[in-house]
């Protein structure tokens, strides 16, 4: 018997095809019903109607609502962790720069993310879900880590604890978008101000300069 979620090799080409794409409907038709209502009152029965299939089909796919959100939250979470690595791999750039200009993106995007930005940021989730986000976030820290590494050993900065500024690092520019978020339908946020002042706080943060001279 197959497992919900996944798909049977067994089958032809073309149902394959229609069940993966019934998987995409679903996942997708749950990231728009978190983005409207939050996870507290998403509902899998909405999921449904959004992404017009029956409520026994999306259990076809996720053995359970935990299951369908904490999927749909990994699957945007990798997205937006893909647009920071990219940032950070980018050569002939300074690895501060890299910094500033991967956090004033992600700012950026989750101010644009609206509701959804906010309910994955900010909302409290089941055990199953906030397991994705804690992930989540352990890798962007990483990505983090990895560019003050790199600055530490070109001598661009001091010598510091890579791991712990960069987490230190998720957790400003996440922290920092929650209020214009939270304020976001009484006054729109200013998104270049927002994500380029969070960017200039981050590279603060690593980017002091070496003992007993100025850089």
């Given at each position: 018997m197959t497992?919900?979620?996944?798909?049977?090799?067994?089958?032809?080409?073309?149902?394959?095809?229609?069940?993966?794409?019934?998987?995409r409907r679903i996942l997708e038709a749950a990231r728009v019903v978190v983005a409207e209502h939050g996870f507290a009152a998403a509902q899998v029965a909405v999921v449904a109607s959004v992404a017009d299939v029956a409520t026994g089909s999306i259990y076809r796919h996720f053995p359970s609502k935990a299951s369908l959100f904490s999927e749909m939250l990994r699957v945007v979470c990798e997205r937006e962790l893909e647009v920071v690595r990219a940032i950070a791999g980018e050569g002939g750039r300074s690895?501060?720069?890299?910094?500033?200009?991967?956090?004033?993106?992600?700012?950026?995007?989750?101010?644009?993310?609206?509701?959804?930005?906010?309910?994955?940021?900010?909302?409290?989730?089941?055990?199953?879900?906030?397991?994705?986000?804690?992930?989540a976030r352990a890798g962007l820290a990483e990505a983090f880590a990895g560019l003050i590494e790199e600055g530490v050993e070109s001598g661009e900065f001091a010598a510091q604890d890579a791991r712990v500024r960069g987490a230190a690092i998720v957790g400003a520019f996440l922290e920092g978008v929650v209020t214009p978020l939270a304020e976001r339908e009484t006054q729109p946020p200013?998104?270049?101000?927002?994500s380029g002042e969070i960017a200039r706080f981050c590279q603060a943060g690593v980017a002091h300069p070496h003992p007993g001279g100025n850089r």
């Open positions: 497992k919900p979620g996944k798909t049977d090799a067994r089958l032809s080409p073309r149902v394959a095809a229609r069940q993966a794409d019934a998987r690895a501060g720069e890299r910094i500033g200009d991967a956090v004033a993106t992600f700012v950026d995007r989750a101010l644009r993310g609206d509701g959804l930005a906010y309910a994955v940021i900010v909302e409290p989730m089941d055990p199953e879900v906030d397991q994705v986000r804690l992930e200013d998104r270049e101000a927002i």
